[in-house]
Structure formats: C-alpha cells, structure tokens
Nanobody, 127 residues
Framework: QVQLVESGGNSVQPGGSLRLFCKAS????????MAWFRQAPGKEREGVAA????????YYADSVKDRFTISPLNVENTLYLQMNNLKPEDTGMYYC????????????????????WGQGTQVTVSS
C-alpha cells in the first residue's frame, strides 16, 4: 500500500508556472506507475502525465506536452509536476495516483488503472 498527499496548487495568471508535489509514503520500495490526473468542473478526470518509477519512462497528454514535466521520485519520495505556460484550460483539481507495475511496464493514462489516490490540490489559471 502507498499513501499519497498532494500540495502546491494555487491561482496563477495565464502564462505563469506552478510546481505540484506528491508525497508518497508506505510501500515506496516497490515499482509503480505514478501519474497526475486533473478534473475540471463538469468534466471527466483525465490523465496529464505519468512515469514508471523504475525505468523512468514518462508519458504525457498531448495537451500538456512541452509545457509540463513529471519528475521521478526524489530521495524524500516526492513526485513533482512542473507546469509552465499555464492556460485557463489547465484549471482543475489535480490528483496524484499510483499503481504497482513491472519495471518495464507501460503507464496508462486511464483513471481506472490506478488503485491509490491522493486528495487533490486545486489549480486555477485566470486573469
């Protein structure tokens, strides 16, 4: 089992940057796919970025490629999502998720594939 706690959400103007944090605890020695999802009001939760903690392979939604970067877990078991050039359509509740995967396994971007979730952190992009 792994527990996840997100932080770093805030309000920012278009074109600005934010860094989100996901602190993992519990069974952090196993190999996982860890991902960021977001959900805007009235919309389905969508995958934004994912990483295999063993291989380091990353995955991104087309809407955030070249703007967002997901980082591997650091020595403090914290996952980052660096978000640059933010747009109003990036507004939503951002969730960290994890699911055990083999070292070479691909990381899906579907919420049904992830067992462990954090409580979310709000990102608002508005002028």
């Amino acid at each position: 089992q792994v527990q996840l706690v997100e932080s770093g959400g805030n309000s920012v103007q278009p074109g600005g940057s934010l860094r989100l944090f996901c602190k993992a605890s519990g069974d952090t020695d196993s190999n996982y796919c860890m991902a960021w999802f977001r959900q805007a009001p009235g919309k389905e939760r969508e995958g934004v970025a994912a990483i295999n903690t063993g291989s380091g392979r990353t995955y991104y939604a087309d809407s955030v490629k070249d703007r967002f970067t997901i980082s591997p877990l650091n020595v403090e078991n914290t996952l980052y999502l660096q978000m640059n050039n933010l747009k109003p359509e990036d507004t939503g509740m951002y969730y960290c998720a994890a699911d055990r995967r083999p070292f070479s396994g691909a990381c899906p971007m579907r919420m049904t594939e992830y067992k462990h979730w954090g409580q979310g952190t709000q990102v608002t992009v508005s002028s």
